[in-house]
């Protein structure tokens, strides 16, 4: 198996001619006749006994050249592929035969590299950083937080129903003075100033003690997802049932002591202010990142191949279905409720895709200019994570994922370290 020939046809295009010799081509050939024979029944052989050289002269003597065709191609490729030193990054490849006989096999193949890539002005980016600030508010609105959380609900017999209170009631819907389709039940519960109904609807519910019936009077939005109902005037008469309201514990060292660890509230503050700053600076360190990846994405210069992106789509599409899987849904039951097709959903990871694609080009870029490779310590170390994190063996995941594709990620994860150690925070 040789390469004849390697020419670039277009921009990240290269046509190859490969050469597989008369001997490596019949030794081909005999594996394919040894892996069918068995099957093979020739007039005067019992089934599975014929020679190959009955066989070929009863169907022709290229009988097993399409199976042979098959199994040598794929390594006469790669090997073309190593010898012209190409960085192909796909399996879609333009096969051309030229001839295929006793005299061997030649074929021509047009394959997708990496493309060329320049970047420059990495070092020093600019990111303007948020602030890691945490006030008396903050603190203040946490605890609400863990009191409403720690809340019991009880019912109000004394006064009229306020914004935040919990209300149970009956109603039926009317337009035109007929009821309609789904515009009635009994006991049901609203927790009054979220919003969860029609505009104007909770409002009315406001200002009235338990066993009060009333009418409320609303219209249904233009956009109402229910178009028969859409823009229409209705009313829904109403009985009220409960009142509730949710009673806060109070806030003292008791309340501490059972929410926390912490005796005292003022060390349940400090507690809470710890926790906010550390959550505030890693919100920070985040949007930091972003401003850093998206300035080095902007930096690099490449002439990228249409078929990157379309793999990085399939990948992600290929993680999707598997997170799905996990939660019980199959792909194809998450388009049907979403009412999404499989065009739609591929329009919808194209954006992440270029970004992904993009960022990977220059960070491997980076790591090569400026030497960062990894260890065989760090490469071990790699494998061990990822063998906990899959749940198999290191020896397992040895098979299944590429040293050189783990030595490109290491690289890439040490230019964004490097990135990162280089910028500048205004």
């Known amino acids: 198996m040789s390469l ?4 670039k046809v277009e921009q990240n295009r290269y046509e190859l001619e490969v050469e597989v010799s008369a001997e490596d081509f019949s030794n081909a050939v005999d594996k394919v006749f040894k892996r069918n024979v068995k099957r093979i029944t020739i007039p005067g052989f019992r089934k599975g006994k014929a020679p190959r050289a009955f066989i070929e002269k009863y169907y022709g003597e290229n009988v097993f050249y399409e199976d042979a065709v098959k199994d040598v191609y794929p390594s006469a490729l790669q090997n073309a592929i190593d010898e012209a030193g190409l960085d192909v990054i796909n399996d879609k490849v333009d096969f051309d035969l030229i001839s295929v006989g006793k005299d061997g096999l030649a074929f021509k193949a047009v394959v997708t590299v990496r493309p060329e890539v320049t970047i420059e002005n990495y070092k020093g980016i600019e990111v303007k950083r948020k602030p890691v600030r945490v006030t008396k508010g903050d603190i203040d609105k946490e605890i609400e937080r863990v009191r409403e959380r720690n809340s ?11 914004s935040g209170d919990i209300v149970v009631f009956d109603f039926k819907g009317f337009i035109d003075g007929e009821p309609f389709a789904g515009g009635e039940a009994e006991n049901y519960t609203l927790e009054l100033g979220k919003g969860q109904f029609i505009p104007g609807f909770e409002d009315q519910l406001i200002g009235h003690k338990q066993g009060e019936e009333f009418d409320i009077d609303v219209t249904f939005p233009k956009s ?15 009985k009220l049932h409960e009142v509730k309201t949710r009673e806060l514990p109070e806030l003292d060292d008791e309340f501490v002591k059972d929410v926390s660890e912490f005796d005292t509230l003022d060390e349940y503050k400090e507690s809470i202010k710890k926790q906010l700053k550390e959550l505030k600076q890693k919100e920070s360190d985040i949007d930091a990142d972003d401003q850093m990846i998206d300035k080095t994405i902007e930096l690099l210069k490449a002439e990228i191949p249409e078929a990157m992106f379309e793999n990085k789509v399939e990948d992600l599409i290929h993680n999707f279905t598997h997170k799905l899987k996990a939660q019980g849904l199959t792909l194809e039951s998450y388009l049907k409720y979403t009412g999404m097709d499989t065009a739609a959903l591929t329009v919808q990871f194209r954006p992440q895709a270029e970004r992904q694609v993009k960022l990977r ?3 491997d870029k980076i790591a090569e200019l400026e030497k960062l490779t990894a260890t065989a310590e760090e490469i071990e170390e790699k494998y061990i994570t990822l063998a906990e994190q899959y749940k198999m063996d290191v020896a397992q995941i040895k098979k299944v994922i590429n040293e050189k594709d783990l030595l490109g990620d290491i690289a890439a994860e040490k ?6 150690d280089n910028c500048v925070s205004k």
Do not use: W
């Not at 229910?226 to 109403?238: H, R």
């Not at 230019?415 to 990162?420: C, T, Y």
């Open 152 to 162: 019991r609900i009880v019912t109000v017999e004394d006064r009229v129903s306020e």
């Open 224 to 238: 109402y997802q229910e178009t028969s109902l859409a823009g229409k005037p209705a009313v829904f008469k109403i």
């Open 415 to 420: 230019a964004v370290d490097f990135l990162r």
């Open 361 to 363: 080009l220059a960070l």
């Open 4 to 7: 004849k020939t390697s020419n």
